[in-house]
């Protein structure tokens, strides 16, 4: 059964740093792009970072976001990461991680706020 628990969310203020972490189950990790996403109340869940899998790793970054976040893996460990530096209030949101493709049933999400 493939099973994604998000961990690593808090309250910090502005400027602040986290860093969010996926543990995954139930499937070969290593073979799957990753991506993590965040939800805004009311809304849809949205792409913010994505990695490869297999061999070469890729990154992307949404624009509101690059040069603050960094998204890894280890596929010894079957985690990914996203580390978040110089959060902004914007980044209030809660924070989920999937599969790129044959996405897997969401976790329960992290919650990360930004305020003063």
């Known amino acids: 059964q493939v099973q994604l628990v998000e961990s690593g969310g808090d309250w910090v203020q502005p400027g602040g740093s986290l860093r969010l972490s996926c543990a995954t189950a139930?499937?070969?990790?290593?073979?799957?792009?990753m991506g993590w996403y965040r939800q805004y109340p009311g809304e849809e869940r949205a792409l913010v970072a994505t990695?490869?899998?297999?061999?070469?790793?890729?990154?992307t970054y949404i624009d509101p976001v690059k040069g603050r976040f960094t998204i890894s893996r280890d596929n010894e460990k079957n985690t990914v990461d996203l580390e978040m530096n110089l959060l902004k209030p914007e980044d209030t949101a809660l924070y989920f991680c999937?599969?790129?493709?044959?996405?897997?049933?969401w976790g329960q999400g992290t919650q990360v706020t930004v305020s003063s």
């Open positions: 990695i490869t899998g297999g061999n070469t790793i890729v990154t």
């Open positions: 139930g499937f070969t990790f290593s073979n799957y792009g």
């Open positions: 999937n599969r790129l493709v044959f996405r897997a049933p």
